[in-house]
């Protein structure tokens, strides 16, 4: 299984872009990257996943690098309601069982 | 509906209680999962049913006891457990294992065992 490593936590302001990096240097030809949010006593929400360049969606961009050994999630102009632990999973993405969480970042978002 | 219900969602029991949690989704998802997760941690992966047929345990004890009665439908049975596994359970379901993209995944139920 591929290791991930994130920030242990990030503070960032109102309105701005904030960008959470995970490494995963032992990543597998087949494994996608996926990131969840998660806010206190509720379970994980999918945000976005990716295999390699760029995703986005309407709530965040996903950057891989060609080597893969790395991605960066974007959040556009957060808000308050962003403050949350942000978890990135890198796995087979035919088989969800394959996916395990890392210790996640804990994201606070100040007004 | 993209929802995924546990019941219920606080449970209070004493270490010779035996009580059940209840997960349900009506997504047609065919792959279902329970999650332990302690505070400040991340999930940490129980049990995966795959078509109604365990197919994961991550060495769990077994005074946890799943059971899939229908596609549907996702249980856990707790029987004589310790103080230590006062914690968040997590139910979660993907469309299918060999194709999923993406876990929905249930409130919890908050477990404290006196």
């Known amino acids: 299984l591929a290791k991930t490593t994130q920030p242990i936590s990030m503070d960032s302001y109102e309105g701005q872009e904030v960008n959470i990096t995970c490494s995963h240097n032992?990543?597998?030809?087949?494994?996608?990257i996926t990131w969840y949010q998660q806010f206190p006593s509720q379970g994980p929400r999918f945000i976005i996943q990716g295999y390699k360049t760029k995703v986005t969606n309407e709530v965040a961009s996903l950057f891989i690098p060609a080597d893969r050994k790395s991605s960066t999630l974007s959040l556009p102009r957060v808000s308050l309601s962003d403050t949350a632990v942000y978890y990135c999973?890198?796995?087979?993405?035919?088989?969800?069982?394959?996916?395990?969480f890392g210790s996640g970042t804990k994201l606070n978002v100040k007004p | 509906d993209t929802e995924v219900t546990q019941t219920p969602k606080h449970l209070v029991m004493g270490m010779t209680n035996k009580k059940s949690l209840k997960c349900e989704q009506h997504m047609g998802h065919r792959a279902m999962y329970w999650y332990k997760q302690k505070a400040k941690k991340p999930p940490e992966l129980m049990f995966v049913?795959?078509?109604?047929?365990?197919?994961i345990n991550e060495s769990v004890p077994s005074r946890f006891s799943p059971e899939c009665p229908n596609s549907s439908l996702l249980n856990l049975h707790l029987h004589a457990l310790q103080p230590e596994d006062s914690a968040l359970y997590l139910c979660?379901?993907?469309?299918?294992?060999?194709?999923?993209?993406?876990?929905?995944f249930g409130q919890g139920t908050r477990l404290t065992v006196v």
């Open positions: 979660a379901s993907s469309q299918d294992p060999g194709g999923g993209t993406e876990a929905f």
């Open positions: 999973l890198v796995g087979d993405i035919s088989n969800f069982n394959k996916f395990y």
């Open positions: 049913y795959s078509y109604e047929k365990l197919s």
């Open positions: 032992n990543i597998a030809t087949n494994d996608y």
